[in-house]
């Protein structure tokens, strides 16, 4: 017998639940304009009737919380104890069975395929093959409002979707055999056991993934939005080029009017476009412009290739979209670093996180990990996949992902380039070679460069026949007189080696940096990196590769050992960046760069799949920097990466690894996910699935010394995450292995009993620090 009175959906605040359901459906038309590029094309790829799509996506908002019309839910959400077992989510899946089941969207053969009950039945959660596994016929016991009550919900129901004018509407009638389905054996055996035959993933297109992914993303921006009663939010940004020239003007960086090839992105908002201009010209204020130019209801999404470089473009297009509710920060340690923000409240910081990793706001700064974790059905795959689908994407310094990486994102790509899916690469080095992996799966680019800058020269080039050890003399020559000196290394070995050799400069005026610091002394040291342009006087900033990538650092002198071509593109992007070096020494035109030899353990460890690149690149740019005395130009960098980056070069290897990534996500689609599925920690334990293919996994650790001082267990009881997140650190597996006292309580991270200090990082044993 049912109890209640008052049917609610929540109790704090009191919302009946015919509320709740009017306030989703008064979101739904909102939803639809946002997706109706998106509902159209998936129609016209699919061959599916838009009308009957739209349809079918109402009645998935309409009929989701149904269930929520149970004595067990009623006492749940007044506080009160009940027996057995409630899950509104999947009770609801009943009611709407009914209405459709001999009228499935669309068939697999003769199979029919329900998004529908799929999205209602894991609205709360994620699907699986083993979800729901605890609820059967005897644990959920639903005793269900009267046969009133669900008549006024129908008729709330027609009389809503005539008030939208959904399409092809025909009125839908309450029938009692809703209330004696045993949902439970729905989802079993309608859906799941149906997906384990394989009536879905023998299909060669994307389709149930696809619409699966529309569904279940259109029933969530339409529950978020009415639960947080944020009824305000806009899918768009809000920005115009004309907005974000008059903000160019307003910061008071001397701006007066763009460049060409700015002008040319923004022209260009309905194309792809390559933008293939040197680091620091303005490659960033193109990608903006090109997105936000006749934007109609398309997500931005800016991706990088690690959390330093997202930190620094999130605060960076803070300039641009300044509002936290417009531009979100998604990576593993996004939450973190948002606690910092005066701006964001405490108690929204929860909030805003969900937000980020979803990419549920209009614009989002993310690692590409996060999206290429989402063609994995990974995390929140839904709505990450969903904001992806007719949207602008900016993939920055695409030229710095290894083989494995390089053909996830392709795949990446051409998984979502169908749904009106716009994308702007962007990179100062991607080699021919590479670029022609990319036009397979981006045929009609627009290349975008700029010839005046061919000829610019920031750097006088000086190849030594000696290792980087060998020149600790003229770097504190250089600091001696007054100047900013970067030192770049490949290994912690070496740079460990090369810092321990400036014993006679004091401590303020050099720095030791690379992967193994916690993440608290991370910060620390990337804010004094872009302070010392301002400092008086010499310093020295001993570095791996790590500031290869969008640090904004401007050093005076480069000393580096041999890299891969790319790779030293990129360090000379850290000195001189602007070209202004005489403003600052005005006896200097270029910034003085030496490149010397590459250690054995660099070759060994560090680039051993590059092995002929790294060597082309010291004897090619050896030539060239003798035949010009030093003086080369950004032209001659753009030849001297497609000379030295070739088919023969990287070697048939490099290419098949390139398909094997390609080949792989469909393969855990179609073996794994049942293309749906989300993947879980025993599914990538299996099948190693990772964005970074490498020859050590790293995990999270933290030291015994901060384990000692800051008592982690506690902190994690306590739900104090972010100071367990501050002392973290990420090593190789096997050196966590090795060094393992055991492992912080109710988590994943590793307690290692290796030393560790502020100026030298993780103290690392001798055969662990080829590490980079």
Same mark, same amino acid.
């Given at each position: 017998?049912?109890?209640?009175?008052?049917?609610?959906?929540?109790?704090?605040?009191?919302?009946? *639940?015919?509320?709740?359901?009017?306030?989703?459906?008064?979101?739904?038309?909102?939803?639809?304009?946002?997706?109706?590029?998106?509902?159209?094309?998936?129609?016209?790829?699919?061959?599916?009737?838009?009308?009957?799509?739209?349809?079918?996506?109402?009645?998935?908002?309409?009929?989701?919380?149904?269930?929520?019309?149970? #004595?067990?839910?009623?006492?749940?959400?007044?506080?009160?104890?009940? !027996?057995?077992?409630?899950?509104?989510?999947?009770?609801?899946?009943? /009611?709407?069975?009914?209405?459709?089941?001999?009228?499935?969207?669309?068939?697999?053969?003769?199979?029919?395929?329900?998004?529908?009950?799929?999205?209602?039945?894991?609205?709360?959660?994620?699907?699986?093959?083993?979800?729901?596994?605890?609820?059967?016929?005897?644990?959920?016991?639903?005793?269900?409002?009267?046969?009133?009550?669900?008549?006024?919900?129908?008729?709330?129901?027609? &009389?809503?979707?005539?008030?939208?004018?959904?399409?092809?509407?025909?009125?839908?009638? /309450?029938?009692?055999?809703?209330? $004696?389905?045993?949902?439970?054996?729905?989802?079993?055996?309608?859906?799941?056991?149906?997906?384990?035959? %394989?009536?879905?993933?023998? !299909?060669?297109?994307?389709?149930?993934?696809?619409?699966?992914?529309?569904?279940?993303?259109?029933?969530?921006?339409?529950?978020?939005?009415?639960?947080?009663?944020?009824?305000?939010?806009?899918?768009?940004?809000?920005?115009?080029?004309?907005?974000?020239?008059?903000?160019?003007?307003?910061?008071?960086?001397?701006?007066?009017?763009?460049?060409?090839?700015?002008?040319?992105?923004?022209?260009?908002?309905?194309?792809?476009?390559?933008?293939?201009?040197?680091?620091?010209?303005?490659?960033?204020?193109?990608?903006?412009?090109?997105?936000?130019?006749?934007?109609?209801?398309?997500?931005?999404?800016?991706?990088?290739?690690?959390?330093?470089?997202?930190?620094?473009?999130?605060?960076?297009?803070?300039?641009?979209?300044?509002?936290?509710?417009?531009?979100?920060?998604?990576?593993?340690?996004?939450?973190?670093?948002?606690?910092?923000?005066?701006?964001?409240?405490?108690?929204?910081?929860?909030?805003?996180?969900?937000?980020?990793?979803?990419?549920?706001?209009?614009?989002?700064?993310?690692?590409?990990?996060?999206?290429?974790?989402?063609?994995?059905?990974?995390?929140?795959?839904?709505? +990450?996949?969903?904001?992806?689908?007719?949207?602008?994407?900016?993939?920055?310094?695409?030229?710095?992902?290894?083989?494995?990486?390089?053909? @996830?994102?392709?795949?990446?790509?051409?998984?979502?380039?169908?749904?009106?899916?716009?994308?702007?690469?962007?990179?100062?080095?991607?080699?021919?070679?590479?670029?022609?992996?990319?036009?397979?799966?981006?045929? !009609?680019?627009?290349?975008?460069?700029? @010839?005046?800058?061919?000829?610019?020269?920031?750097?006088?080039?000086?190849?030594?026949?000696?290792?980087?050890?060998?020149?600790?003399?003229?770097?504190?020559?250089?600091?001696?007189?007054?100047?900013?000196?970067?030192?770049?290394?490949?290994?912690?070995?070496?740079?460990?080696?090369?810092?321990?050799?400036? #014993?006679?400069?004091?401590?303020? #005026?050099?720095?030791?940096?690379?992967?193994?610091?916690?993440?608290?002394?991370?910060?620390?040291?990337?804010?004094?990196?872009?302070?010392?342009?301002?400092?008086?006087?010499?310093?020295?900033?001993? $570095?791996?590769?790590?500031?290869?990538?969008?640090?904004?650092?401007?050093?005076?002198?480069?000393?580096?050992?041999?890299?891969?071509?790319?790779?030293?593109?990129?360090?000379?992007?850290?000195?001189?960046?602007?070209?202004?070096?005489?403003?600052?020494?005005?006896?200097?035109?270029?910034?003085?760069?030496?490149? +010397?030899?590459?250690?054995?353990?660099?070759?060994?460890?560090?680039?051993?799949?590059?092995?002929?690149?790294?060597?082309? +690149?010291?004897?090619?740019?050896?030539?060239?920097?003798?035949?010009?005395?030093?003086?080369?130009?950004?032209?001659?960098?753009?030849?001297?990466?497609? %000379?030295?980056?070739?088919?023969?070069?990287?070697?048939?290897?490099?290419?098949?690894?390139?398909?094997?990534?390609?080949?792989?996500?469909?393969?855990?689609?179609?073996?794994? @996910?049942?293309?749906?599925?989300?993947?879980?920690?025993?599914?990538?334990?299996?099948?190693?699935?990772?964005?970074?293919?490498?020859?050590?996994? +790293?995990?999270?650790?933290?030291?015994?010394?901060?384990?000692?001082?800051?008592?982690?267990?506690?902190?994690?009881?306590?739900?104090?995450? !972010?100071?367990?997140?501050?002392?973290?650190?990420?090593?190789?597996?096997?050196?966590?292995?090795?060094?393992?006292?055991?492992?912080?309580?109710?988590?994943?991270?590793?307690?290692?009993? *290796?030393?560790?200090? &502020?100026?030298?990082?993780?103290?690392?044993?001798?055969?662990?620090? #080829?590490?980079?």
């Amino acid at each position: 017998m049912f109890r209640y009175d008052k049917i609610l959906a929540k109790s704090n605040p009191e919302i009946t *639940l015919l509320q709740h359901i009017k306030d989703c459906l008064s979101v739904f038309p909102k939803v639809l304009q946002w997706k109706d590029l998106l509902i159209d094309s998936m129609a016209k790829q699919y061959g599916i009737d838009r009308g009957a799509l739209v349809s079918r996506l109402f009645l998935t908002v309409a009929f989701h919380d149904i269930a929520k019309a149970t #004595n067990a839910f009623q006492a749940k959400v007044r506080d009160e104890k009940f !027996d057995g077992y409630e899950s509104h989510a999947l009770s609801s899946i009943s /009611f709407l069975y009914t209405v459709i089941k001999r009228q499935p969207i669309i068939s697999f053969k003769d199979v029919p395929y329900y998004p529908e009950l799929m999205s209602i039945a894991t609205h709360h959660s994620k699907l699986s093959q083993k979800s729901f596994e605890e609820y059967d016929s005897r644990s959920l016991r639903n005793e269900y409002a009267s046969e009133d009550f669900f008549v006024n919900y129908y008729s709330m129901i027609n &009389e809503q979707a005539r008030l939208y004018n959904i399409p092809s509407w025909s009125d839908i009638g /309450f029938d009692k055999n809703a209330l $004696c389905e045993i949902p439970g054996n729905i989802l079993k055996f309608e859906i799941i056991k149906k997906l384990d035959k %394989n009536a879905y993933v023998n !299909d060669r297109s994307n389709k149930a993934r696809d619409i699966f992914l529309l569904f279940k993303s259109v029933l969530h921006y339409c529950d978020w939005i009415t639960s947080s009663g944020n009824f305000e939010y806009k899918y768009g940004n809000g920005l115009d080029n004309n907005a974000v020239t008059h903000k160019m003007v307003s910061a008071g960086n001397g701006f007066k009017m763009w460049n060409d090839f700015q002008v040319k992105s923004a022209e260009a908002f309905n194309k792809n476009i390559f933008v293939q201009i040197s680091t620091g010209q303005g490659k960033t204020e193109a990608a903006i412009l090109w997105a936000t130019n006749n934007n109609h209801y398309q997500k931005i999404l800016f991706l990088l290739p690690t959390m330093v470089t997202t930190n620094k473009m999130w605060k960076r297009m803070l300039q641009f979209f300044d509002s936290h509710q417009v531009i979100g920060l998604s990576h593993s340690a996004a939450q973190y670093y948002l606690k910092d923000d005066d701006e964001i409240a405490a108690d929204d910081i929860r909030k805003h996180t969900l937000y980020n990793r979803t990419f549920f706001k209009p614009v989002t700064v993310a690692t590409v990990d996060q999206l290429i974790y989402s063609f994995f059905n990974w995390g929140h795959w839904v709505m +990450t996949g969903a904001a992806s689908y007719n949207a602008k994407i900016i993939i920055d310094e695409i030229h710095v992902y290894d083989a494995y990486t390089f053909g @996830l994102l392709l795949q990446t790509i051409e998984c979502i380039r169908p749904f009106n899916t716009q994308f702007a690469i962007m990179s100062a080095s991607l080699p021919d070679v590479l670029k022609n992996e990319l036009e397979k799966v981006l045929p !009609d680019y627009i290349l975008i460069q700029e @010839l005046a800058y061919d000829d610019k020269q920031r750097h006088k080039i000086e190849v030594r026949d000696s290792l980087i050890e060998d020149n600790v003399y003229d770097i504190k020559k250089h600091f001696h007189n007054g100047r900013k000196v970067l030192v770049v290394c490949n290994t912690i070995a070496k740079v460990r080696e090369v810092f321990s050799s400036l #014993n006679d400069i004091p401590a303020e #005026n050099k720095m030791l940096y690379h992967s193994q610091f916690i993440l608290l002394d991370k910060k620390i040291k990337e804010e004094t990196l872009e302070s010392i342009r301002y400092k008086k006087g010499g310093y020295i900033a001993v $570095c791996t590769q790590i500031v290869e990538v969008s640090l904004d650092i401007d050093f005076d002198v480069l000393f580096t050992e041999n890299a891969p071509i790319d790779a030293i593109i990129q360090r000379l992007g850290r000195v001189n960046r602007k070209g202004l070096i005489q403003n600052r020494i005005s006896e200097w035109q270029f910034a003085p760069v030496i490149i +010397t030899r590459e250690s054995e353990k660099s070759r060994k460890y560090v680039y051993k799949d590059l092995d002929n690149v790294l060597s082309e +690149t010291y004897l090619q740019i050896s030539m060239k920097s003798m035949q010009k005395e030093g003086n080369l130009k950004e032209k001659d960098f753009r030849e001297l990466v497609n %000379n030295i980056y070739t088919e023969e070069a990287l070697g048939q290897k490099y290419f098949e690894e390139i398909q094997f990534a390609k080949n792989f996500v469909k393969e855990v689609w179609k073996k794994v @996910l049942k293309n749906v599925f989300t993947l879980n920690i025993e599914d990538v334990k299996l099948n190693e699935i990772s964005s970074r293919k490498s020859d050590y996994i +790293t995990v999270e650790a933290i030291t015994l010394k901060h384990f000692q001082e800051k008592n982690f267990d506690e902190a994690v009881a306590n739900k104090q995450f !972010d100071l367990l997140r501050e002392y973290t650190l990420k090593v190789p597996i096997h050196l966590a292995k090795k060094n393992h006292f055991r492992n912080v309580k109710d988590t994943n991270v590793y307690i290692i009993d *290796l030393g560790y200090d &502020e100026v030298v990082g993780l103290h690392l044993l001798p055969d662990d620090s #080829n590490i980079i």
